[in-house]
């Protein structure tokens, strides 16, 4: 650090609305976070409601994250400890899951499933075990590498979970390494499930509707099919006890003994132990796993696969049919639930290589639905939303209102992935391409979404950097704070007492919101929600305290990307002190800075850099627009902060 570039600002000016925006809305959340804690949890960090594990985990998902930005320290111990009592409570040891006022929710307990074995996810619930859930569910356990990578217990913990997939857990034989496939869809520290009950055959292959006048037209599967070997299942086939059999055997054969596309996402859990260690086998599997899913893709002629057999054959449980099984091209969401794991994959695997080709696992699928695309009559793109026997299915001539889930046009947030990660002229003009066929949408509108994972947001910040949306920081920030202030005054006006909260069961509201920070400050897209690591084209350090994150009073708006650089206006609104803020390239220093330029009063100044970081002093009130330069993914990624050297200081790693 002795070492690093340091630029100096010196304009004094008034601070832009932005600027104080960005402070007000973190300070804001800051203390939602606490009083959501304090409300809604036991000290001990469980909290007063009753669901499923991974949605249990999101509560906090993102509170490291704001502690990234600038938040308070005591995030930090917030998402631990949230984090470490949710890991405790769906224990296979601990029975203590219904709560003792014996209140329910609706038709079901209180109840807490067991679903945790050896601090990760079992297959005691197996519609939790697989990655559209645990993918969220990771995404806390995620950020604390970010908000402290030097905690041992989270860095073992990380090796442990990876080697799950690596075969190097003899009681989890979740992957085959000679075929290279995940063994079933559904998988956890108790190895691959491959045994299903009646219930959750009818659940996976008709949801709550098999009792519904249309249901037959949804015979070929809600989250999966069965088909081509039941290609029409009669209505309550489950009534009939040989029947019944037959179709829970097939189930688990076809549906189960196997790997899916969306196993992909597991790479996030495999690059975030890389992430921390550096070892190389965990490399080595990301990349093998990845090429694996690419040549299945060559193989089944430029469409990935949803199913392959336990040799890795696409379609060799249904007769070559590539499409059906669980969250696949055919169920009710469609393509949406592989394309969050062909995003995770592909991100991981240049990010890990530096090998740009490997986006072309998702480039290629997204080529795919935009070359079956077609137009209506007011010229609008519509891809398909479904696979089906009869071919592709678009969501606006499908009679079924519960398969026309799905966005009729191809949403923005997986090309945003994609652009922010190559920055290449095909890949902009591939949303090109899709915003000129968007006639329902006005992309300088501003729109949230919701809070985690969707893509509404992305239109407006796309606006942004093509220069046809200048007043989007402001715009979207407000949105933002407004958001944030609606929640913590929900929470505040909240007088319930505990028991009042435990008889009604209702999901705790998130008082952290990190999708538009993330845009403004770090250049970047939200993570993928369903398991994806943070993305960032930089980042941001307090040398002072030491700590990641912007030093008190400090605003920072990234307003340029180009593929060889990135802009950065940054703001101290502190009238009688002076900050210091590193500037890192990447979220783990996976670029290179070449060339630092800045304006001063004699013209442009250009400061040579050549690393990962460079510091910014801010002397009382001023502000500056930095212009660096960008080799982009130059770099042996890595959790370290800038102090750390080459490895991560963990005092008892193994």
Known sequence: ?????????????????????????????????????????????????????????????????????????????????????????????????????????????????????????????PGDAEWHHMGEGNMAFYDLALGDPTISENVRRARRFADLFLGEAPESPIYDPVHKIIRSPMHGTLGPFHDATLDMVKTYLHGGHSTSPDWKAKSMGVRGSLYPVVKDLQPGWWDDPKRAREIVALFNKVVLNGDSAANLAATGLVTHAYLYTGDDKYKQWVVDYVEAWMDRIEQNGGIIP????????????????????????????????????????????????????????????????????????????????????????????????????????????????????????????????????????????????????????????????????????????????????????????????????????????????????THVMFGSPQYFYHGGLLRATVRYFDPDRMRPGLPPDVAVLVDELRADGVGVQLVNTNRNESRRVIIQSGAFGEHTFTTVTTSTGDGLQTTEVNGKYFTVDLPPGTSIRVDAGLNRFSNKPSYAFPWHGDAIPVPFQY
Request: charged residues 25%.
């Open 1 to 125: 650090m002795t070492n690093m570039p340091t630029i100096t600002a010196s304009q004094i000016a008034a601070p832009p609305s932005w600027a104080l925006l960005e402070l007000k809305l973190i300070a804001l959340m800051e203390k939602g976070a606490h009083m959501m804690s304090r409300k809604y949890a036991e000290r001990s960090g469980a909290w007063y409601w009753s669901d499923d594990l991974d949605d249990y985990y999101e509560r906090s998902y993102n509170w490291c994250l704001l502690y990234n930005m600038g938040g308070d320290d005591s995030l930090v111990d917030l998402a631990l400890k949230h984090w470490n009592a949710t890991t405790r409570l769906f224990d296979d040891r601990d029975g203590n899951r219904i709560n003792n006022m014996e209140y329910h929710h609706g038709a079901h307990p209180m109840q807490l499933k067991h679903n945790i074995h050896n601090e990760y996810f079992s297959i005691a619930h």
């Open 306 to 517: 949803d199913n392959v057999g336990p040799t890795g054959k696409p379609g060799e449980h249904r007769d070559g049919v590539w499409w059906g099984t669980l969250y696949g091209w055919n169920s009710y969401v469609g393509w949406s639930h592989i394309f969050h794991s062909l995003g995770v994959a592909a991100e991981c695997a240049h990010l890990v290589t530096q090998d740009a080709s490997y986006l072309e696992l998702l480039r290629s699928q997204i080529n795919v639905l935009l070359d079956n695309s077609i137009t209506d009559d007011n010229g609008q793109l519509l891809v398909p939303n479904r696979a089906t026997p009869d071919g592709w299915v678009h969501a606006h001539v499908e009679e079924d209102k519960w398969d026309a889930t799905s966005s009729t046009n191809l949403r923005l947030y997986e090309l945003a992935h994609l652009y922010h990660a190559s920055m290449s002229q095909d890949d902009y003009d591939l949303i090109l391409r899709v915003r000129e066929g968007d006639k329902m949408r006005d992309w300088n509108e501003e729109n949230l979404g919701p809070a985690r994972a969707e893509h509404d947001s992305e239109y407006s910040r796309f606006q942004y950097y093509d220069g046809k949306n200048p007043d989007w920081p402001e715009k979207t920030l407000s949105l933002q704070y407004q958001r944030a202030l609606e929640n913590y005054h929900t929470m505040e006006n909240d007088d319930r007492t505990v028991p009042e909260i435990l008889r009604d069961n209702q999901e705790p509201r998130n008082a952290v919101f990190t999708k538009i920070l």
